[in-house]
């Protein structure tokens, strides 16, 4: 089922009509949120506005809304978007998303919480300035069959004609299953979009855009972008105990490295309750699901699954010694040692969040929309980049979990200009508005309890990367995910398993590679 919400926005004032009861999620991150100046105020001489309640009959209240952007300290440049002022007399813009995060694109009010208040009032200020409606159709896109329904709305939808959407927000890691179907169309040939501006990730740019084409991009309109971001928790006391030394200044000095981490675990494994068994009640150098958080180690140490050559198409690169070298060091911390802590089945996510909040990890390599749940935890703790592979490795490299979103323009938008004049204006607004709130205010203060962890994160925003490989896993016979596979089982056997998908992933890349005109 799809759900439709409308909502017309004036410069003082919200209406608004929900058409059916809308399935609510509300972002964790906002539990925590800084309270902003704005304010609601129920019952007053404000404005009527109509609502379904669970019983599907209409409701009516009154309230009065301040959508005067509260003042936020940031050191954000607020930088403008030269775009021309238009009015588009109460046209409707159209976004196509998910529902999970189908809030971060038009929360239904202002709470008084500072990053559901920063978007609201993003989409308010935009409505505003152009004389626009916001609509957006969401539709469930977890992992699996509900990821290929959600797709095939979108290429059924465009193959009939509908016209149906503005703006598409997909799933990163399906939605570029689309780019082969021919529908979608290049985002620098359309109007008003400027990707040098800094609303846009230069790093997706840079990965997407193949034979002088993009049909895929990111960036802080997005704000699961930032959601997903992975950094390398640690718990200080669990440091302190253990006399593992100041791990800040080992990562300004280049010196944060697989052989590095995996010494410091090893530090830190104790069999607490003398059993001689090492499970979920004993302590450890690092706790870690098997998912997201290991893939991410490949990008970190500059591994790539697919690769740009000289001439511009696209390569498989996975299996290389670089690749073999990585695989050996993970499996080793994760397999062949006590140093780290992970399930393979029946755990319960919460259990790596008790073991770090009880100071038995000193790492936990996590992405931030997750890490709220540690901010009522006692014991300080700090954030680090991924580490690199060695010290010859120029950079650290960071990167999102690959439940992000990825925007497309169907190849039927109804007005390519209105689309691109209203993307842009939304993705500079958040620029302006939204991401300080996000990244200055909750990201670096609350999830953030010193100054040392307020400049890794700013490392780990600057050295944002992504690789097409992983991203595009799904379409390309499930490359992305073979060492996150061998790790689960121990092994390092890469060339075998690499070797048993290669023909249809490179039959599916050769696919892509059509979509983007090369042969």
């Known amino acids: 089922m799809c759900y439709t919400v409308y909502r017309d926005f004036t410069i003082s004032k919200i209406q608004f009509t929900e058409d059916f009861p809308m399935r609510k999620h509300i972002l964790s991150l906002l539990l925590a949120a800084i309270l902003l100046a704005s304010s609601l105020t129920g019952c007053g001489n404000g404005d009527s506005t109509t609502t379904n309640d669970d019983s599907g009959t209409n409701t009516d209240t009154t309230a009065t809304v301040d959508t005067t952007p509260a003042e936020t300290e940031t050191t954000r440049e607020q930088i403008e978007d030269n775009l021309p002022e238009k009015d588009y007399g109460g046209q409707t813009f159209t976004l196509f998303t998910r529902v999970k995060y189908e809030d971060s694109f038009m929360p239904e009010e202002l709470t008084g919480e500072g990053v559901n208040d920063a978007l609201y009032q993003r989409n308010a200020t935009v409505s505003d300035r152009f004389n626009v409606k916001m609509q ?3 539709q469930v896109c977890e992992w699996g069959a509900e990821s290929t329904k959600w797709n095939e709305t979108l290429v059924n939808g465009v193959m009939a004609g509908d016209k149906a959407y503005d703006l598409v927000a997909g799933y990163a890691s399906t939605i570029p299953e689309v780019v082969t179907k021919g529908i979608l169309l290049d985002w620098n040939t359309v109007p008003y979009i400027d990707m040098s501006r800094p609303w846009w990730s230069e790093q997706v740019k840079d990965v997407f855009t193949i034979n002088g084409k993009m049909f895929l991009t ?13 950094g390398f928790f640690f718990n200080k006391q669990v440091a302190e105990d253990h006399d593992v030394g100041d791990l800040y200044a080992m ?16 530090l830190c494994v104790v069999d607490l309750n003398g059993d001689g068994k090492y499970d979920a009640s004993d302590k450890y150098g ?13 990008i970190a140490c500059d591994m790539r699954i ?3 050559t000289d001439s511009g198409s696209l390569a498989l690169t996975i299996n290389s010694e670089r690749a073999m070298t990585i695989l050996e060091k993970v499996v080793k911390l994760y397999n062949e040692s006590h140093g780290a802590y992970s399930y393979n089945e029946g755990g319960d996510m919460s259990t790596y969040n008790t073991m770090f909040s009880e100071n038995r990890a000193l790492f936990y390599p996590q992405y931030f929309e997750a890490t709220t749940a540690l901010r009522d935890m006692e014991t300080d703790f700090g954030v680090l980049p991924y580490p690199k592979l060695d010290e010859a490795q120029k950079t650290y490299i960071s990167t999102s979990r690959d439940n992000f979103d990825l925007f497309v323009l169907p190849v039927d938008v109804p007005d390519i200009e209105f689309s691109g004049l209203i993307t842009e204006a939304l993705s500079a607004e958040s620029y302006r508005r939204v991401i300080p709130q996000y990244y200055d205010v909750v990201l670096k203060v609350k999830n953030s309890r010193d100054e040392e962890s307020a400049e890794m994160i700013d490392l780990i925003r600057d050295t ?16 992305g995910h073979i060492f996150v596979g061998l790790v689960r089982e121990g092994k390092t056997d890469l060339v075998s398993k690499y070797t048993s998908i290669e023909p249809k992933a490179q039959t599916k890349l050769d696919d892509m590679l059509a979509a983007y005109g090369i042969e």
């Open 136 to 138: 957006y159709v969401s």
């Open 218 to 230: 990111t960036g802080d309109y997005s704000l699961a972008l930032w959601d997903n971001m992975y």
């Open 251 to 266: 990562v300004r000095e280049g010196k944060w490295t697989m052989d590095k981490l995996q010494e410091l675990c090893n």
């Open 286 to 298: 690092l706790v870690s699901s098997w998912s997201t958080a290991i893939d991410t180690y490949q």
């Open 306 to 308: 697919v690769s740009k």
């Open 464 to 479: 944002l990367s992504f690789d097409l490989g992983y991203l595009c896993s799904t379409s390309l016979n499930g490359v």
